[in-house]
């Protein structure tokens, strides 16, 4: 009885053999894995201040005597002389081009990023003034003469490449992009939302274009030159600038 099992047994076991060796090659052997994540930002060296949101600024300036002043048109043409950088914060609106910022508008930025940035993880710092420019206006229906008109409301000068609000954080830039854009999208001057390595990077760039351009008629050649007279019909402005900015426009193309 025992053989019998035996023999039994024996027949199966090699049956199963050989049904596994024929079966082997078909058979797709799947093997477990972890999958790979990027690294997450590293914040350690981001400080939250105290008070993370924008301040009001005022609507008029504390002045003992309000003094009434040219329009300057030279306060809004061309590059900015003074907060082109980062400072704190990791993105920022930055000014691709000249204008006028009223009270109205900062009040618009000030609400709309305190309303909808979360202040235990991000803050937010002005770049700019407030308003300290005043301008004047005459009543509806005055005659001509009669001297300036009185003063209606004051304004910040922005000039092209200044930054505007700067935001920080524990924050990504997918996170602000939306807010910062809507809020960018309203200014009454083109504007976009950069980063430290974007605004680098846009930097470096024009660098480049001016290191490795081919071109050997560039606008500051015939104009120190003066091909065909042409000192005659352009401003001492853009010969110092090299014609990149037309007026309170930025040109980003012109080399």
Not at 62 to 71: F, G, I, P, R
Not at 79 to 94: L, M, N
Not at 211 to 237: D, E, H, K, Y
Request: with cysteine.
């Amino acid at each position: 009885m025992l053989a019998v099992m035996r023999s039994a047994i024996a027949g199966l076991l090699s049956r199963s053999a050989d049904c596994s060796a024929v079966l082997q090659p078909h058979l797709k052997v799947l093997s477990a894995g972890l999958k790979t994540y990027e690294l997450p930002p590293d914040y350690s060296d981001v400080v939250l201040p105290e008070k993370p949101k924008l301040k009001f600024l005022n609507k008029v300036p504390n002045l003992k005597k309000a003094k009434k002043e040219m329009k300057r048109l030279r306060d809004i043409q061309g590059p900015t002389k003074g907060a082109g950088t980062f400072t704190t914060g990791q993105y920022a609106i930055v000014a691709m081009g000249g204008g006028y910022l009223q009270w109205g508008h900062m009040e618009m930025m000030r609400l709309s990023i305190n309303r909808r940035l979360d202040p235990s993880t991000t803050f937010a710092r002005w770049r700019i003034n407030a308003p300290y420019k005043p301008i004047t206006r005459k009543g509806l229906g005055q005659r001509m003469g009669g001297g300036k008109g009185a003063i209606d409301h004051y304004v910040t000068p922005v000039k092209s490449g200044r930054l505007i609000v700067e935001v920080g954080g524990h924050v990504e830039l997918g996170e602000v992009e939306s807010v910062l854009k809507e809020v960018a999208k309203k200014l009454p001057f083109p504007a976009k939302v950069m980063s430290r390595e974007s605004l680098a990077a846009m930097q470096q760039e024009q660098a480049e274009k001016e290191a490795n351009n081919q071109n050997p008629w560039t606008f500051q050649r015939v104009a120190r030159s003066n091909m065909l007279g042409i000192r005659r019909v352009i401003s001492p402005f853009d010969l110092h600038n090299h014609g990149r900015y037309s007026g309170k426009f930025f040109n980003p193309a012109r080399v």
